[in-house]
Nanobody
Framework: QVQLLESGGGLVQPGGSLRLSCTASGIIISIRAMGWYRHAPGQERELVASIGAIGGSTNYADSVKGRFTISRDYTKNMVYLQMENLKPEDTAVYYC?????????????WGQGTQVTVSS
């Protein structure tokens, strides 16, 4: 199995910055895309950003384009989300996600989530 561990959430003022990190560990045969989702109270979970396995192609939600940057360290099975110019509407629990192959086959894995709160 694959485990995902996030870190880097917290409380920040509007206009501030945070960097989320996620490490994949366990029995990993291969990892495809990695990404970040968020879930705010009363809303659906949404994709924030993703990065591909080969070539590092990226995809962003329209609401974060130009403010958030996703990156990946392929050698360490890590993914990062640099968040700039944070807004109150970015407040949510952020979840790391990956599509990975372990002994049980190919499937999606999720982290436990890290809270990001943007408030003055």
């Amino acid at each position: 199995q694959v485990q995902l561990l996030e870190s880097g959430g917290g409380l920040v003022q509007p206009g501030g910055s945070l960097r989320l990190s996620c490490t994949a560990s366990g029995i990993i045969i291969s990892i495809r895309a990695m990404g970040w989702y968020r879930h705010a109270p009363g809303q659906e979970r949404e994709l924030v950003a993703s990065i591909g396995a080969i070539g590092g192609s990226t995809n962003y939600a329209d609401s974060v384009k130009g403010r958030f940057t996703i990156s990946r360290d392929y050698t360490k099975n890590m993914v990062y989300l640099q968040m700039e110019n944070l807004k109150p509407e970015d407040t949510a629990v952020y979840y790391c996600n990956t599509n990975a192959r372990s002994w049980g086959g190919l499937r999606d894995y999720w982290g436990q989530g890290t809270q990001v709160t943007v408030s003055s």
